[in-house]
């Protein structure tokens, strides 16, 4: 009987975005049969509650970093400069303090992640999830005696099995001075060298992914003051070559060279298995009319070189300061959603500005879930990071300095582990791709550290799976270009991975 009923809701709530798609009597169809609408808005309705006090958490900061630094299987969180351990999803306790802005991964390859501090230049080895020890101060260009960042990436980009770390340098507005971007080579899992540095524009947000399936990391960097963003394209040996204007990527307008980027985020957000992009703008009105909105890039594959197509907004609806966004499958229907905060409760002319939930109905549109999920009304943040941090089957979210649990029924859902073997892939397999081919769609999420402005979702990688019950067998693809193939794995559980030797 409950197989029956979700595949009847499913069906439900394909027919109603059929209709509202593709026919333009569909809103009145979906209106004369209301059942349809109904289960429209309970599909998209997830109900997050702030849990925060009785979990025992404050996470403030500007950005958020979940991670299992103890191996324990649950896990924890790393905001403000404070380590928040989690207790089996019941609450969390404070591990330790001091570590600045971090994102996570495992430098050294011994299995527990270390923490990388883009906030003040600094590595921390983790031990064995206890204490969290200086491992490597980041050295600065020698012309440089300090800098400014708000967001970094981690990834292996020159490919020998150790990861490295791309920071985005940004601004002192005052003395009107622009800090470097500055990349890290990992020189054993011992310390790290400034391989490569950077001062052209002023970047925010940096976010990683092997975009055009080369095997390799590329770099997308969110840049400000009207200035265009850069696609670094990667060789396979940390070389880069900028391709942002080539591919269409830039983000920006006919009228405009650059927008004011904070945060950009990649995802198959059409479910065709390609990565794409969502550009989040800041965007004022100019006397040259609208500043660059906020807009979507479609990966066009390999028949046109990795090209982008700008769909425009999609139906994420104008604010002034919107900045930083987190894509993830909140309410477990298969497609990628998108939640986006803003810099500003009240912008210019007085208007009210809050972080928005956009739920993705298919065929590139997007819907405001804000209220319905009972999310409105919140302050203006840059934190935005996903992960299940109790193991209930569904996404839950910490922003605005608060841990909103999802207590919606998860429905069907896969998560998986992927362990990377630690000599030719980094253990914690950051850019490593998974994919899950459904009856309807391809399903496909990426290990990555480093989204938004400074924020890191959790490896743990998530799928809904929408009206899926049967087992599903996984495709992945390993950060040194190899690929397993799994047995069909049951769904609503978590499975680990590993890669071979």
Same mark, same amino acid.
């Given at each position: 009987?409950?197989?029956?009923?979700?595949?009847?809701?499913?069906?439900?709530?394909?027919?109603?975005?059929?209709?509202?798609?593709?026919?333009?009597?569909?809103?009145?169809?979906?209106?004369?049969?209301?059942?349809?609408?109904?289960?429209?808005?309970?599909?998209?309705?997830?109900?997050?509650?702030?849990?925060?006090?009785?979990?025992?958490?404050?996470?403030?900061?500007?950005?958020?970093?979940?991670?299992?630094?103890?191996?324990?299987?649950?896990?924890?969180?790393?905001?403000?400069?404070?380590?928040?351990?989690?207790?089996?999803?019941?609450?969390?306790?404070?591990?330790?303090?001091?570590?600045?802005?971090?994102?996570?991964?495992?430098?050294?390859?011994?299995?527990?992640?270390?923490?990388?501090?883009?906030?003040?230049?600094?590595?921390?080895?983790?031990?064995?999830?206890?204490?969290?020890?200086?491992?490597?101060?980041?050295?600065?260009?020698?012309?440089?005696?300090?800098?400014?960042?708000?967001?970094?990436?981690?990834?292996?980009?020159?490919?020998?099995?150790?990861?490295?770390?791309?920071?985005?340098?940004?601004?002192?507005?005052?003395?009107?001075?622009?800090?470097?971007?500055?990349?890290?080579?990992?020189?054993?899992?011992?310390?790290?060298?400034?391989?490569?540095?950077?001062?052209?524009?002023?970047?925010?947000?940096?976010?990683?992914? /092997? @975009? =055009?399936? $080369?095997? !390799? +990391? %590329?770099? &997308?960097?969110?840049?400000?003051?009207?200035?265009?963003?850069?696609?670094?394209?990667?060789?396979?040996?940390?070389?880069?070559?900028?391709?942002?204007?080539?591919?269409?990527?830039?983000?920006?307008?006919?009228?405009?060279?650059?927008?004011?980027?904070?945060?950009?985020?990649?995802?198959?957000?059409?479910?065709?298995?390609?990565?794409?992009?969502?550009?989040?703008?800041?965007?004022?009105?100019?006397?040259?009319?609208?500043?660059?909105?906020?807009?979507?890039?479609?990966?066009?594959?390999?028949?046109?070189?990795?090209?982008?197509?700008?769909?425009?907004?999609?139906?994420?609806?104008?604010?002034?300061?919107?900045?930083?966004?987190?894509?993830? /499958? @909140? =309410?477990? $229907?298969? !497609? +990628? %959603?998108? &939640?986006?905060?803003?810099?500003?409760?009240?912008?210019?002319?007085?208007?009210?500005?809050?972080?928005?939930?956009?739920?993705?109905?298919?065929?590139?549109?997007?819907?405001?879930?804000?209220?319905?999920?009972?999310?409105?009304?919140?302050?203006?943040?840059?934190?935005?990071?996903?992960?299940?941090?109790?193991?209930?089957?569904?996404?839950?979210?910490?922003?605005?300095?608060?841990?909103?649990?999802?207590?919606?029924?998860?429905?069907?859902?896969?998560?998986?582990?992927?362990?990377?073997?630690?000599?030719?892939?980094?253990?914690?397999?950051?850019?490593?791709?998974?994919?899950?081919?459904?009856?309807?769609?391809?399903?496909?999420?990426?290990?990555?550290?480093?989204?938004?402005?400074?924020?890191?979702?959790?490896?743990?990688?998530?799928?809904?799976?929408?009206?899926?019950?049967?087992?599903?067998?996984?495709?992945?693809?390993?950060?040194?270009?190899?690929?397993?193939?799994?047995?069909?794995?049951?769904?609503?559980?978590?499975?680990?991975?590993?890669?071979?030797?």
């Amino acid at each position: 009987m409950l197989v029956f009923s979700q595949m009847l809701n499913f069906a439900r709530l394909r027919l109603a975005r059929m209709l509202r798609i593709y026919f333009p009597i569909g809103v009145g169809l979906c209106w004369l049969f209301g059942w349809l609408n109904a289960d429209l808005a309970a599909q998209g309705s997830a109900n997050f509650v702030d849990r925060s006090a009785e979990l025992g958490i404050q996470p403030g900061g500007l950005a958020a970093c979940w991670v299992d630094l103890d191996r324990d299987g649950w896990s924890d969180l790393c905001a403000g400069g404070t380590v928040w351990k989690n207790e089996q999803g019941k609450r969390f306790t404070q591990l330790a303090t001091g570590v600045g802005e971090v994102l996570a991964a495992d430098v050294d390859n011994d299995g527990f992640p270390d923490l990388c501090s883009w906030s003040n230049l600094t590595v921390y080895r983790n031990d064995q999830g206890k204490a969290f020890t200086p491992l490597a101060t980041l050295s600065l260009p020698p012309d440089q005696p300090r800098t400014v960042s708000l967001g970094a990436s981690v990834g292996d980009f020159n490919r020998d099995g150790w990861v490295d770390l791309y920071v985005g340098g940004f601004e002192d507005w005052e003395n009107q001075l622009t800090f470097p971007d500055l990349l890290y080579l990992n020189e054993g899992g011992k310390s790290f060298r400034l391989a490569w540095h950077d001062s052209r524009h002023r970047a925010r947000g940096v976010t990683s992914c /092997d @975009f =055009d399936q $080369d095997s !390799d +990391l %590329d770099v &997308y960097v969110s840049n400000y003051r009207l200035q265009p963003n850069q696609l670094w394209l990667n060789d396979g040996q940390a070389n880069f070559a900028d391709a942002a204007d080539r591919l269409n990527a830039v983000g920006t307008t006919p009228e405009f060279g650059g927008g004011h980027t904070i945060g950009s985020a990649w995802g198959d957000f059409n479910s065709d298995g390609l990565f794409d992009l969502f550009v989040g703008n800041f965007a004022h009105v100019d006397r040259r009319g609208d500043q660059p909105k906020s807009r979507f890039l479609r990966n066009q594959g390999s028949a046109a070189a990795f090209a982008f197509e700008d769909l425009g907004p999609c139906g994420v609806f104008y604010q002034e300061s919107y900045a930083s966004p987190a894509a993830a /499958d @909140f =309410d477990n $229907d298969g !497609d +990628l %959603d998108l &939640y986006f905060t803003t810099v500003y409760e009240t912008a210019s002319f007085g208007k009210k500005n809050n972080p928005v939930l956009f739920r993705n109905e298919g065929n590139w549109t997007f819907s405001d879930q804000t209220e319905a999920n009972r999310l409105a009304n919140l302050p203006a943040t840059y934190q935005a990071a996903w992960s299940d941090f109790d193991h209930d089957g569904d996404l839950d979210l910490l922003t605005a300095g608060k841990l909103f649990v999802n207590e919606s029924a998860p429905g069907n859902w896969l998560q998986l582990n992927l362990i990377g073997n630690g000599s030719s892939s980094n253990r914690a397999a950051i850019g490593a791709q998974a994919r899950v081919q459904l009856a309807d769609r391809a399903v496909v999420r990426q290990v990555e550290a480093g989204t938004g402005q400074g924020n890191q979702n959790d490896f743990t990688l998530h799928f809904g799976l929408g009206s899926q019950t049967e087992p599903v067998v996984v495709e992945v693809q390993w950060p040194d270009g190899t690929s397993t193939r799994t047995a069909p794995l049951a769904v609503r559980q978590i499975h680990a991975i590993e890669q071979p030797k």
